[in-house]
């Protein structure tokens, strides 16, 4: 499936480990047809191949923070549902081990 989603990234059936290096982190994440189980099969194929995937200024610590801003916003709005509908929603303390309240 990898070795496909490649193939439309170059627009040709045949590339080199080190061509798919050069692309770099963030053009194989916006890749369609390579999620993040695909990433790490390329990225350990690279390797095998004596390859490390070139890394971005942005890269996945951008898309790190926008997951979490998401995150956020998703609770946010789950709060203001429960509040609207009568509960009352209280900060809890995270357990400092494992981060699960």
């Not at 080199?16 to 963030?26: K, M």
């Not at 929603?89 to 357990?95: F, N, T, W």
Request: with cysteine.
């Amino acid at each position: 499936m990898q070795r496909n989603a490649l193939r439309k990234v170059f627009d040709r059936p045949d590339f080199t480990p080190g061509e798919v290096a050069g692309l770099g982190h963030r053009r194989l994440e916006r890749a369609e047809g390579i999620g993040r189980k695909g990433l790490a099969t390329i990225i350990e194929w690279l390797r095998c191949q004596g390859y490390e995937l070139d890394v971005d200024a942005y890269g996945s610590q951008s898309r790190d923070l926008v997951t979490a801003r998401r995150q956020v916003k998703k609770l946010e709005k789950a709060m203001r549902v429960l509040q609207t509908h009568g509960y009352t929603v209280l900060k809890g303390e995270l357990d400092a081990d494992d981060g699960k309240e």
